[in-house]
Every structure is written in C-alpha cells, then in structure tokens.
Antibody, heavy 119, light 115 residues
Framework: EVQLVESGGGLAQPGGSLRLSCAAS????????MNWVRQAPGKGLEWLSY????????YYADSVKGRFTISRDNAKNSLYLQMHSLRDEDTAVYYC????????????WGLGTMVTVSS | QAVLTQPSSLSASPGASASLICTLR?????????IYWYQQKPGSPPQYLLR?????????GSGVPSRFSGSNDASANAGILLISGLQSEDEADYYC?????????FGGGTKLTVL
C-alpha cells in the first residue's frame, strides 16, 4: 500500500523548534519529489517547501524561508521539515505530499500531523 | 492581488452541473498555465482530481470519474473545474493550484454545497 505518514507534531512555544518527519512506503521514494503543505484550522492550503528527488532543487514559500528547512534521507525513505522560530501563525496541520513542479501533481498525501504554537 | 482567486462558496443541486472558477492574477496567462485541482473533505487530506492547461495537455487523476473535467476561460483568465451530475458526495472544498516562480501556489478554495 502506498503511504505517507507524518509524525513529530505537537505543542511548541513561540520561538521554539520542532522537527517533522514523513515516512514513505509502497512507492519509489528516491525517485519522488516531495513537498510540505500546511493548513491552519478552518483555513485553506498553503504550500511550504519542495525538494527534488536528488535534493539538487529546494524551494520555500516566503512565509517560512529562513525559518524552516526541508531535507530527506532516501536510504530511510523519509522526508523532514526542521522548523525554527515558530510563531502562533504556524499552528496548522502539516502534510507531506509527493510531486510538485509544473508537470507533476501532488498525487499522494499523508494524513497530516498537527502543530500547535502557543505559550 | 492573490496569484489565484476562488469564490469562497458555491451551491448547486444534485444532478446539476457546477463550474468552479479559479482566476489567475493579471500577468499570469491561463493559456500557458497548468492548473491542478484538488478535492478535500472534512477531516481528510486533499485528493488530486485533475490537471488542465489545454485539451492537448491535461491529465485525469487516477480513479477520478469523468464527470470531473477541466477547461479554461481565456476571456476571464480563469481555469474552470466542471462537475457534472452532482452527487451528495461531491460536497467538499475544492482548491486550484499552479506552479509559479518556483513555488506551488494554492487558491483560497471553494466550498461546494450540494443541496
């Protein structure tokens, strides 16, 4: 079964850090570009970051540039999002999704992990 | 001005057709943009529906019924998701997305109510 499973969410204080993980199974992860997308409670989808299969291309949304870092370990079939300097407005469900770029849809999504930033 | 603008809500009757509009910001040409459409139901992640740029450059998502289709309105600089034969299960949020300036950009989403 093709599956993406996010983990690492939870409660963080403003200014704090969290590291999210996304474990892939049932797909050729090493050949897949990956993304992080978030959704604040009751709000729409916001793309955050893209990483190509070989990590030679990495892009960020302006809202997280300089604070979040995307990475991957193809040997472990895992995607990561290191988040620093967290703000209240980072509170959201964080999804990992396969695909991206102009030609490839986000065709596989995880169920998401909730991040709450609050003091 | 947002890159992609969607009406916040739309209502339609079962069995009818619904056109969900995604307007591109001035300067971004719908004729040269691949627009992706996603459906999201409460408590679930989004699901890919289809991609549309032109009749020769389009893609249906795996398992997505043919009553979901895409088109463009060049005069309005907008992409359109057409859902025909509406069913109650089509009630959901729908998002358009494009790849623009090395970023994926989502529209704000349209909540479709089938009643």
């Amino acid at each position: 079964e093709v599956q993406l499973v996010e983990s690492g969410g939870g409660l963080a204080q403003p200014g704090g850090s969290l590291r999210l993980s996304c474990a892939a199974s049932g797909l050729t992860f090493s050949a897949s570009a990956m993304n992080w997308v978030r959704q604040a409670p009751g709000k729409g989808l916001e793309w955050l970051s893209y990483i190509s299969s070989s990590t030679n291309l990495i892009y960020y949304a302006d809202s997280v540039k300089g604070r979040f870092t995307i990475s991957r370990d193809n040997a472990k079939n895992s995607l990561y999002l290191q988040m620093h300097s967290l703000r209240d407005e980072d509170t959201a469900v964080y999804y990992c999704a396969r695909g991206g770029g102009s030609l490839v849809p986000f065709d596989i999504w995880g169920l998401g992990t909730m991040v709450t930033v609050s003091s | 001005q947002a890159v992609l603008t969607q009406p916040s809500s739309l209502s339609a009757s079962p069995g009818a057709s619904a056109s969900l509009i995604c307007t591109l910001r001035s300067g971004i040409n719908v004729g040269t943009s691949r627009i992706y459409w996603y459906q999201q139901k409460p408590g679930s992640p989004p699901q890919y529906l289809l991609r549309y740029k032109s009749d020769s450059d389009k893609q249906q998502g795996s398992g997505v019924p043919s009553r979901f289709s895409g088109s463009n309105d060049a005069s309005a600089n907008a992409g359109i998701l057409l859902i025909s034969g509406l069913q109650s299960e089509d009630e959901a949020d729908y998002y358009c997305m494009i790849w623009h300036n090395s970023a994926s950009v989502f529209g704000g989403g349209t909540k479709l109510t089938v009643l």
